[in-house]
C-alpha cells in the first residue's frame, strides 16, 4: 500500500472550491475542474516521485495481475476521477473499441501528433464510465422521445411568433422541426430522424447558433418559458427542458450545442446516485460534483458547447441515437456499481468494521470524506502493514499485495476491473 499523489485539471468548466475542499487546500480562484487518479500517460499519479504508468511498465505481472495483463495489456485499464463542475460541459460521446482503434490509427498514419489540439482519437480504447453524484448533480444522456421534442419546439416557435423575432430565426427553427418529422406511428424511424437533426443544428453553427440566441432573448419573458410539469414537452427531463436551453446558452452564447441540450434526457442525481453512460451515448455534465470511474482513455468526441476541438462528422458517425434512458443505479449490497464493462468496478463503503477488501488485481483508493483504516496481516510484525486515510487522500495497492482489511466511516471509493 502507497501513497499516491494525483493531477488536477483546470479546465474552465470547473469549480473553484469542490476539489481544493476535499484536499484540504485554500481556494485561490482558479477553476479546479477534475482530479485523476490512476496510471493514465496523459496526466498519471506518482508513487514515491515516479509516475504510476512508469511503475506499472517496470512489471506489469506484478503490478496489474495476469488475470489484466491478459485482458487489458500492460496497463492500468481503469482511472478514477473526482469532477467538480460549476457550467457544462461539452456536447459529447465516447468510442466503442473498435471506433477507437480504427480512429486511432488513421491519425497516427496521417501524422497528427497525440497531443495535437485538433486530434481526435488521442489512443486506441474505448471510453465508457459511470458517475457517482456526491451531492446534487445535473446531467443531460440519451435522447427524449421524439414527440415531446417536437412539443418543446411547438414552445419555442410561440416564442418567436410573440417576440417578433427575426424571419432568419423563425426558417432555422423550422427546418430544425422538419429534420424531426418521421412518418405516422413509425417510432422506429426516430433515431434517423434525430441524427438528421444532430447533424444539421451541430453541422451549421453560425445559422443554428444564432437561432439559440434568438430563442434565449425571447424566451426571457417569464410568461413565455413556462409551462405545467405534467406539460408533453417535458417528458424525459427533470426539468424545463426551456431552463436547460438557458442554462447551457448562459455558459455558451452563439454556439448551437443548446438547442441539441435540449434533445437529450436531463437526469437530477441525488448524492448516492449512479449514471452509466456507455460508448456512443451523447451526453454533458451541466454542474455538480462527483466521482467518475472510467475505461482509461482520453478519447472524447465533441460537437459543442465547448471552446476545444469539435468533430461533428465524427461524432453523428459514431454516436448512438436511440431514446432509451441510460442506467441510473445505487450501489447494491456489496457497496458496487458497475456497467456493462470489465474494465472498471466502483466499490463504495461508507461505513466498515474490519472488511476485507476482495476484489483482486491492482486497486486505486480514495477517500472524499471522514477517515479510514487500512490494516494487512502477514506472518509476525513484519508481515503486518497499516495506513490511515482522511479526506482527500488516495492510495496504490499493486495486484500482489494482500487485500487489506477497512475500517471507517466516510465516504471511500475503491477502484478496480470487473474480472
Known amino acids: 500500500m502507497q501513497r499516491l499523489t494525483n493531477t488536477r485539471k483546470d479546465y474552465a468548466w470547473g469549480s473553484p472550491t469542490g476539489i481544493p475542499e ?15 487518479v490512476g496510471a493514465h500517460p496523459g496526466a498519471p499519479s506518482t508513487v514515491d516521485g515516479r509516475s504510476l504508468d512508469a511503475l506499472i511498465a517496470e512489471d506489469p505481472v506484478r503490478f496489474l495481475g495476469e488475470e489484466s495483463l491478459a485482458r487489458f495489456g500492460p496497463r492500468l485499464p481503469f482511472l478514477l476521477k473526482v469532477l467538480s463542475a460549476r457550467s457544462a460541459l461539452s456536447i459529447q460521446s465516447h468510442p466503442t473499441r ?32 459511470l458517475l457517482y453524484a456526491l451531492g446534487e448533480f445535473h446531467a443531460l444522456c440519451g435522447f ?73 432573448a425571447a424566451l426571457a419573458d417569464s410568461a413565455l418559458r413556462s409551462a405545467a410539469a405534467d406539460d408533453p414537452s417535458h417528458v424525459g427531463s427533470s426539468t424545463d427542458p426551456v431552463h436547460t436551453l438557458q442554462e447551457t446558452h448562459a455558459d455558451f452564447p452563439h454556439d448551437p450545442g443548446p438547442l441539441v441540450a435540449v434533445m437529450l434526457r436531463r437526469h437530477l442525481l441525488q448524492a448516492g446516485e449512479s449514471l452509466v453512460v456507455e460508448s456512443g451515448s451523447i451526453h454533458a455534465y451541466l454542474r455538480g460534483m462527483g ?75 480514495l477517500c472524499t470524506e471522514g477517515a479510514f483504516m487500512l490494516r494487512t496481516e502477514g506472518p509476525g510484525d513484519a508481515g503486518s502493514a ?34
Request: aromatic letters at 4%; glycine letters at 6%.
Open 98 to 129: 473498435e471506433q477507437a482503434e480504427a480512429g486511432f490509427a488513421r491519425e497516427e498514419a496521417a501524422g497528427i501528433p497525440t497531443d495535437a489540439p485538433h486530434r481526435t482519437y488521442r489512443d486506441s480504447w474505448h471510453k465508457p464510465e
Open 144 to 216: 427524449r422521445p421524439v414527440t415531446a421534442v417536437l412539443a418543446t419546439l411547438e414552445r419555442f416557435a410561440h416564442a418567436l411568433e410573440t417576440a417578433e423575432a427575426p424571419a432568419e430565426a423563425r426558417d432555422a427553427l423550422a427546418a430544425w422541426r422538419d429534420a424531426l418529422t418521421r412518418p405516422p406511428r413509425d417510432p422506429r424511424a426516430d433515431a434517423v430522424v434525430l441524427r438528421t437533426a444532430v447533424e444539421r443544428l451541430l453541422g451549421e453553427p453560425a445559422r443554428f447558433g444564432a437561432l439559440a440566441d434568438a430563442l434565449a
Open 291 to 365: 466521482v467518475e470511474i472510467m475505461a482509461s482513455s482520453d478519447n472524447v468526441l465533441r460537437g459543442g458547447l465547448t471552446a476545444k476541438h469539435v468533430d461533428v462528422c465524427e461524432l453523428v458517425r459514431t454516436a448512438r441515437f436511440d431514446t432509451h434512458a441510460p442506467d441510473l443505479l445505487t450501489p447494491d449490497d456489496a457497496g458496487e456499481l458497475r456497467g456493462r464493462t470489465d474494465d472498471f468496478v466502483l466499490t463504495v463503503i461508507t461505513e466498515a468494521a474490519g472488511r476485507r477488501l476482495e476484489r483482486s488485481g491492482a486497486l486505486t483508493l
Open 386 to 419: 497499516s495506513l490511515e486515510l482522511a479526506r482527500g487522500d488516495s492510495v496504490w495497492i499493486p495486484a500482489d499485495e494482500p487485500r487489506p482489511a477497512v475500517t471507517g466511516i466516510g465516504s471511500l471509493f475503491v477502484a478496480s476491473t470487473g474480472l
Open 22 to 36: 476535499i484536499l484540504g487546500q485554500e481556494p485561490d480562484g482558479t477553476p479546479v475542474a477534475e482530479l485523476w
